[in-house]
């Protein structure tokens, strides 16, 4: 159904993947990936490898921060641009939802690209907590040095340009980040290991830009200064919770006859909302709150991937004024930068994507709601959007891929931080494959999950 002639990205992606820093990047990127599902069908490997890598695309693409998933991407991109442009970015900032600890405006150093030190003060009964940091559309953002109270390093001192890192994710920091263009997060915690107390946390920030130059190499990073806006959303609660419940918000383009008059009774939506209930249900994740919200067409092919930030900007200055909850937008493609290499079927906004407010760049899920197109002797197939929203929504609540494409063992072997999730294990939904129609969640992906902010803890009986 969709127009897009987009063909599998798979060989896109591998390019890319080579260079390593993909693999982080990728994830960071939020992925673009091809859920799973999208991928299963058949199309699967295409679809879920345009996916995946499209994520890697991101990172290879440029920026890490482009969590963008970029590989994905399909076909449209031209028309994206358009539309991009036609969009403009923001206007007028965030706002802050929830319980929240504005820290105000850092200024990073030009020279360095580092801001200097910063610190937020945890109030007792917190147990988890992200940091959101937003700046310019195009300019990649991470944190840096994140010490405890007692402090222990959760993110190390210039990790950004360590080797060992490789510079576009942290793999050895207790804390695991990504970084992203216009708006980045972190998530502590998001893995075991690592337990909130209250006190005063220390941080910095580090932003670049990037430029891709050429498919197979690793982006060139520049400094970047200016400033960045700091916002720490926290959860309390008495304990970890054990369950939770997200309220969502459901944007629509009209892309596929899909309208904000029409989606909430639209068949394929109720079934694609009881699709992602089920699959988060196995992690004691409600959905609650469903609304339903109007977005301008300008977005019905969206570039999310393409080296500036495209139009994740835009489309997450739209959000402003929505309640708490993770934004899904559903649009009819996603275009790439890798033209015409594979389907992408969605990309979140990071890893996790901006909590504690609407309206900050990124602060979004972009969703493919066409089906699969068929190609490289691949059937099109019916595209599973409940299962990319899980796959999506998994990375934007801080969820990496379980394992990454090794690119038959050419590329790294990256795997998430989680001790529970075996590798190469296709049945998990955040398998980078999405073709692999994976669909289970682990004990440990539930605790992450759980402990967004945005996942409003739910007392149990
Ligand atoms: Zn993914």
Redesign the pocket.
Known sequence: MSNGQQNPGRHAQRLTLIAWALAGAV?LVG???A?GEGGSSGATDAAGAA??SA?VGDSAAGSDAGATDTGSDGSGADAAATDASGSGDAGGGPMKIGETIDLGKATIDPQTGYSGALSVEIPAGTVSFAITLIGEKATTYAIDDLKDPTGETLVLKNWGVSDITGGQMCLSCKVRVAPQKGASAALVPNAPGVDVVAGTYTFRVNAFTSTQQGAFSQPKKEPAGGDVAVVVALQKAAAKPKKGRLDINLWYTGANDLSVEKGPTDPRVVQWIARLRTLYEQIGVEIGEVRHFPISADFEVADVTSNDGGDFAAIGAATAGAPAGVNFIFVREISSPFGGFGAVLGVSGGIPGPVGMQGAPRNAVVVSTSDIPGGFGRPAKEHDVGATMA??GG?YLGLF?TSENDFGGFGPKLHDPLPDTPEKDTTNL?Y?DGGSGGSGLSPQQGDVVRGNPWVVPVEEK
């Open positions: 994830a992925c673009g990936e859920t996916d995946d994520a796959h999506e990375h891929h955040m980078f």
